[in-house]
């Protein structure tokens, strides 16, 4: 299924009229078109105030716009389209959050990735004032779930962000960013050589048209699609007041993994995701592997808890660890005073003595019996 | 005429006393006697003068004579077989074999063989120093010292083989022949041996790595000492060797200084001139503490610990080192330099370096999160371990750095700056330094005592207040707390600020007690 010229235009158009995710024509667009829900506009054909659109719907000019656009290496991709992520049109029956909700008309892609790679897709956010951990598991969890085959989402900001895409770059997995200003604009400006890297290995996305500025509740709606693109959101770092809590607050309302990486508890920037994970809103992971398991179909990349390499005392039974316990380092000790220190009768403990000597962990020289090297080895562990 | 004098140099550590060697030789009981506090090797030297100047088929005065030498300043300790050319000299002015007064202005460094063939000695830098600075316009020296001896200006550098070839310098006589002079061999063994490589590594070789390289820039700006800990194979050597390329180049004193101790060694390389660069010395953990610290039997050897004058002193698996040297680490880390005690006397050496510390998370190397790799040591191992990166030591480190296993390969974003571009930054923060403190003994923060930190540079009210809430949280000692002030002001020499606020406060705490960093501080827009 192609898309009309004409439909395209007219999603266009709607973005240009309405903020990003104006809750009032949330599914509107999905439900009756492109087409459709501008001719209500233009007629008059709607419960919406007035005075809000007239201003907008006056000036807008949508092929002037897609043309700008492209000679800006940008696309505008709409439902319908093959590349389009669909995963986000289940965003139209999601309750707003500050007057935001419902997915977007169309998107503006810049780079070459195509937008269907994001239905295998991790987001990481977390906090802008991030430290040098945060980071650093940022990066790793992002080129582990690059190499695992998703593409890792995120929105190009300071701090977590940045970390997180890249880790994928590094690891030369896709990822994409998806922002509050238009694609074409490079915010923050100092991140130059990600969004070169991003605009020619990966792809940028926004539903802001090309040039607008970034702005507070332009950010909310970003996070949005950030936590709608992705099969599951993993926060970083968050402290009590950062972004990140919005983008998992839109995780949640989908139904989707939230995840959270824990930091120092001493760690301000840490605090949000405590938060989080003491609510039960989200789950502990603190690797790729973990995030996977998360996000995967069920049975799909199951982890497994390592456990401690087995010790020699880990197979005996409990009766011949108390008469392991009962022997002497130093010097040896007769059978008689092994078994009155382990409270266990002196025959029992003779076929048990046998049994740990041909296991090598005691031995029975001219003064008694006594442990062995190998044996102080193998129950000091438990010891502790 | 019987009575002669040559000029020789003592040396204490690596400060070096002018002798004069005085010869009498006159009727009396036959003999040979040597005084003014010289030591059994110098005095063993009677044994090697007499013998080198028999087989040199000179005149031996004392199978007829009563020979008197004195060394003098009598009350000075003079010890070494470097006195024997002065010796012989001034016995043969006092014979008549030569013209006394062809020995003024002249001092006479070299070991003598008994076959009057000149041997190497160590420490003719610091003696020709000392030498010069008394007035001294010639030396002669053993041959292969001879461009040693002309690193120090103004003064005339003779090099020579033999007692004869001595005795034809100052008689004008034509040269005999000799056989050559061996060079002074000395190993060190046990140590680090990449010097050569030194010069090829670059921080830029690293890649990601941000947060260690910071504190690294931070630890060098202020010549801060620091203890990095991570598992095997994370990068702590290659950091640490990288050290040296980020600092400035050595300042006046620091290059004699290093100079005369490589002399005192035996490592100097005359080919290369005066060190200018600070160098790295890395001894392994299973040195002895006289090689660390310095002292050795006899002649005092300076150890690796003042072989790093100026620069870096490496200690990887510090855990592992002996008792012995890390107690003995406490005076240098503190003060600067070393003195190493024998006998009666006490022999000070500069140790001004940037210490760091380099340890596992346990024996193995292994015991990491994530079950990366699995750890063989019990909990006691580990317990014992840890336990020794705790006390004295530790206490006198400022920052300390967990490092993880490196996670990039590529890092096409991070912008991996090269040494050169680290060390203007480095010198520059060591300019604001050495102005504040231009009317004081000292130029880095690191070494500026916490009374006059307190009295002269004290942080913004705020930021105290902060390093003041550590301490009643007791997760700060007093020690640390003046480490963390001093951290403050590297902080605000690197960025120009001021005076050390809140922000620098904070960071200079977090790099004390091994806490993650803000970003954006280590950062510094270098990535993206």
Known sequence: MSVSDEERLARLALSQIFEPGDHRIAGLVSALGGIKVLEMLRTGDHNLPRTDVAARLARVDPARQLEIGMRRGMRYVVQGDPEWPSQLDPLDHVAPLYERTGCPPGLWVRGPLTLDTLSNSVAIVGSRASTTYGDEMASRIAADVGRAGYTVVSGAAYGIDAAAHRGAIDAGTPTVAVLAC???????????????????????????????????????????????????????????????????????????????????????????????LRSGEAVLVTSGAEVLEMI????????????????????????????????????????????????????????????????????????????????LHATSRSSS | MPVAMAHCVALSGAVGHLVDVQADVSPGQVGI?????????????????????????????ATTKRVTVLLSPADLPKSGAHFDLAIAAAILAATGEVDPRSLQGTAFIGELALDGGLRSV??????????????????????????????????????????????????????????????????????????????????????????????????????????????????????????????????????????????????????????????????????????VVGGGSGRVRPGELSLAHGGVLFLDEFPLFRTDVVEALREPLENGDITVARGEEAITLPARSMVVLAANPCACGNNVGQGRASCTCTQVQIRDYKKRLTGPIADRIDITRHLNPVSFTRDRLGRQENSATIRTRVAAARLRQ??????????????????????????????????????????????????????????????????????EARTALDLRLGHPLPSATVLMGRVG
């Open chain 1, 182 to 276: 238009g694609a074409d604009r490079i915010y923050p400006s100092s991140h130059v050589r990600l969004f070169d890297i991003l605009a020619s290995e990966g792809a940028i996305v926004s539903e802001l048209a090309p040039g607008l500025a970034p702005m507070r509740l332009r950010f909310l709606s970003r996070n949005r699609l950030i936590a709608g693109a992705a099969l599951g959101t993993v926060i970083v770092e968050a402290g009590k007041r950062s972004g990140a809590r919005n983008t998992a607050n839109w995780t949640g309302r989908l139904s989707r993994p939230l995840m959270g990486v824990p930091g120092p508890v001493t760690s301000a920037a840490s605090e949000g995701v405590h938060q989080m």
């Open chain 1, 296 to 375: 995967g179909s069920a049975g799909e990349h199951l982890t497994y808890e390592e456990l401690e390499p087995a010790l020699p005392r880990d197979q005996l039974t409990l009766r011949e660890q108390q008469i392991l316990d009962a022997v002497p380092v130093g010097s040896g000790a007769p059978v008689d005073s092994i078994a009155l220190t382990a409270g266990i009768s002196m025959i029992t403990v003779q076929g048990a003595l046998d049994v740990l000597r041909a296991r090598g962990l005691v031995t029975l020289s001219g003064d008694g019996w006594r442990l062995t090297p190998a044996a």
């Open chain 2, 33 to 61: 006697t040597l005084v003014g506090r010289v030591d059994p090797s110098l005095h063993e030297g009677r044994e090697r003068v007499r013998m080198a100047i028999v087989n040199s088929e000179l005149t031996w005065a």
């Open chain 2, 122 to 291: 160590a420490g003719v830098l610091p003696m020709v120093l000392a030498a010069s600075k008394r007035g001294v316009r010639q030396v002669f020296v053993p041959e292969p010292q001879a461009r040693e001896a002309s690193m120090v200006p103004g003064v005339t550098v003779v090099g020579l083989r033999s007692l004869n070839q001595v005795v034809a310098a100052l008689t004008g006589d034509e040269m005999p022949e000799a056989p050559e002079v061996p060079p002074l061999s000395a190993g060190r063994y046990l140590a680090w041996r990449g010097a050569a490589r030194l010069d090829d590594v670059d921080m830029a070789d690293l890649i990601g790595l941000d947060e260690i390289k910071y504190a690294v820039e931070v630890a060098a700006a202020g010549g801060h000492h620091l203890l990095i800990d991570g598992p095997k194979g994370c990068g702590k050597t290659s950091i640490a060797e990288r050290i040296p390329t980020i600092l400035p180049d050595l300042t006046g004193n620091e290059s004699i200084e290093l100079t005369a101790i490589r002399s005192l060694a035996g490592v100097l390389d005359p080919a290369l001139g005066m060190a200018t660069r600070p160098p790295f010395s890395a001894p392994h953990h299973d040195a002895s503490k006289a090689s």
């Open chain 2, 434 to 503: 050495a102005e504040r403190y231009a009317e004081h003994d000292w130029r880095l923060n690191a070494h500026v005592p916490s009374a006059a930190l307190r009295e002269l540079w004290p942080m913004q009210p705020a930021a105290q207040a902060i390093v003041d809430a550590e301490i009643g949280g007791g997760r700060l000692t007093r020690r640390g707390a003046v480490k963390v002030h001093r951290l403050a002001w590297t902080l605000a020499d690197l960025t120009g600020a001021e005076v050390p606020g809140e922000s």
